[in-house]
């Protein structure tokens, strides 16, 4: 069988692991930035989710742009911005231009995700989904394993703005991939023919929803949705809480200097790279394929993984760099392992022409998350010279996700359309 459809999905893990690297850029110079424009703890808290404030206001239009327009012309488009935002972030003066640096960069990547799902289902069968997705989700966790470090290295030896610069640098080369190799299904002139029925192996179970139509209110009202936008909120919550501080964290938590609180970060993420490889991807696409039951599986794993998130508390009073770093490893880690299950979900749920509208939606709950995390974080850490109370808001609400899960997900299989053909 030949393997166009895994070049598809390596290019689209480059990608993430790229934009990650705009995201990490921010907590890696946090001290710096305190340095440059005098900034409070709150103040970086706000800085750390303005991002996610564009990020999240694009999601549903993303949505209805992507199954209008297409994956290949939102993408380009989007790309090109958030490489023009990482130069931006460079050469700010102000504090101010560095907020609308971060709101360009939101705009720019808030495609990323839910075009990702989308192409994965038109690239993969189902069966091989899990894998796919996990190559470009598993990317978003690489990238601050070895972002971290490289980035805190890179700012050590020639300042902020270069860190910064290079990141654009380095999108402006995914630019010229993405643009060169992307390609749906149908326009590209080098996938076979034989390569091409074996992706549409699931068409007949879309069949009957592959020309109906269902608006953003009939989807939003959907249980199914309601569930992933529950559980993949409180998985986002956990991750860009450790996003945006986790090398804060053991620097001023646990009073480790300044370069090991950036390797020391890389670790939990390489736990989580490969929790979400190869327990989100290998194994579970190996035990469908196997004969397992796909709904079974998919669910236990999201809900499995979401309540090993719950070990975020284990770290909330501990003054040990190595019990905390086992216990942010064990909730990530697990998180990570339900991650790539829970972005294949739109493509196996949504009918064919609102995958999109899906992703966008999730995605929503997804950069709420992402804004409120750091922000409450600030808030809580500045009142309570602690990351305790921080956790703790953390693990309430990833027993809302797993509630979610649990009792609105159902089976896991297409929904119906709000208007049939």
Known sequence: MPRRRWRIAWLLGFGVLV???????????HAA??????????TFGYLSGAYNWTY???????????????IKRVGRISIFLWSIASFAAAITPTIGGFFGARFLLGVGEAPTFPSNAKAIGLWFPSRERSFATAIFDGAAKFASAIGVPLIGILLIKVGWRWSFAVTGLISLV?????????????DDPVLT????????????????????????????RQPKVIAMVLGFGSYNY?????LTWLPSYLSSALHVDLLHSFLYTGVPWLVATAG?????????DFLIQRGWDANRVRKATLILGTACGLGILGAANTHSPVTALVWISVSIGGLSSAAPVGWSIPSLIAPRSSVGKVG??????NQASGIAAPIITGYLVAARQSFAWAFGVSAVYLLIGIAGYTFLLGRIEPMPSETQP
Not at 65 to 70: A, E, F, I, N, R
Not at 174 to 186: H, M
Not at 276 to 284: F, P, R, S, T, Y
Request: glycine share 8%; proline share 2%; charged share 15%.
């Open 56 to 70: 999240a206001m694009c999601q549903l239009p993303i949505g209805v742009l992507l199954d209008k327009l297409g």
């Open 276 to 284: 979400d490889l190869i327990v989100g991807g290998w194994l579970v």
């Open 174 to 186: 995914y630019f010229a991939l993405f643009w060169r190799i992307y390609r749906d299904p149908q």
């Open 33 to 42: 930035l305190v340095t440059t424009f005098g900034i409070s703890t709150v």
């Open 19 to 29: 934009n990650y690297f705009d995201r990490v850029n921010l907590s890696v110079s």
């Open 360 to 365: 966008g939606i999730i995605n929503l709950s």
């Open 193 to 220: 023919a034989t390569e091409r029925d074996y992706i549409a192996t699931d068409d007949r179970i879309f069949a009957a929803n592959e020309s109906g139509h269902a608006s953003l209110g009939y989807l939003m």
């Open 238 to 242: 956990i991750f860009y809480l450790l």
